[in-house]
């Protein structure tokens, strides 16, 4: 079973580049951050009627231009919930979280918040964020959290984490928030599988940012430990974001996430 989580940065820019790669890499379940369109405009025929034609059922979360999260699966759909449970007001009701049950695994696709600056509202949105995710997870189950967590966890997924030390991604109250998560019995199974240097995820549009490996390790899936044991291989497809332009289109500034399951 293949898996792929992958922020998109607009499924409208992105469309041809998404299907090349699905068609390419055969995923069972791809999990969908930063579409950036509504539901109504996911639902068209030129973007979720061409995942089901290749057999994929779509599940989709979006209120406007931006965010929204998505989760396409050809091994089944179902109890598909779109935000955290319960009343989900300002600003909390924004479009970053969706989960469903694919083939008896629970998938939550997730877009945390930016964060801005350390004294940014924002920041603490993104606190309170991460807080109301860790409180919405039932890791009892068989499950997988995966998707842009806008969070280096340590100074390994940073290539110059002296420069991160006073900025948002690497503060401690966001990596505290982060380690409350895993806490819970949570695997990170790209380090389990990537442990070495250099593992990112995420390189910046600045010239050469991507060519020198100046990035980091934003996009992240952990599993319950009976689903982690199960995980076979896990890959970044670095070529997928180094590919220049597809249907006039440059690639999004982050790489797929692959994991593959036994």
């Not at 209120?63 to 300002?90: C, K, M, Y």
């Not at 409350?180 to 995820?201: K, M, S």
């Not at 940012?209 to 044991?229: T, V, W």
């Not at 890959?235 to 999004?252: L, N």
């Amino acid at each position: 079973m293949r898996v792929v989580t992958w922020n998109v940065n607009s499924i409208r820019s992105r469309q041809p580049r998404v299907l090349a790669w699905i068609t390419e890499h055969q995923p069972d379940v791809v999990l969908l951050q930063e579409t950036k369109c509504t539901d109504a405009a996911f639902a068209s025929d030129e973007i979720a009627g061409e995942y089901s034609r290749l057999g994929y059922e779509v599940a989709h979360h979006g209120v406007d231009h931006w965010n929204g999260v998505a989760i396409l699966s050809r091994v089944g759909l179902e109890g598909v919930n779109r935000g955290f449970p319960g009343t989900n007001r300002q600003p909390y009701n924004e479009a970053r979280i969706i989960s469903a049950d694919c083939a008896g695994i629970r998938f939550c696709s997730v877009y945390v918040p930016n964060g801005r600056e350390l004294d940014d509202p924002h920041y603490l949105f993104k606190l309170v964020w991460l807080e109301r995710l860790r409180a919405s997870l039932e890791p009892s189950r068989t499950m997988m959290l995966a998707g842009d967590l806008n969070v280096a966890p340590t100074d390994q997924d940073i290539y110059a984490p002296e420069r991160w030390k006073k900025r948002t991604h690497a503060s401690a109250p966001e990596r505290a928030a982060i380690t409350a998560i895993t806490d819970l019995g949570l695997r990170d199974v790209t380090r389990e599988h990537l442990p070495h240097d250099g593992v990112f995820t995420w390189w910046s549009y600045r010239p050469g940012q991507f060519e020198k490996n100046h990035g980091m390790r934003l996009d992240i899936a952990y599993c319950s430990p009976d689903l982690a044991s199960r995980t076979s291989s896990v890959w970044i497809d670095t070529i997928e974001r180094g590919t220049r332009e597809v249907a006039g289109k440059r690639p999004s500034d982050h790489a797929p996430l692959v994991i593959d399951l036994d």
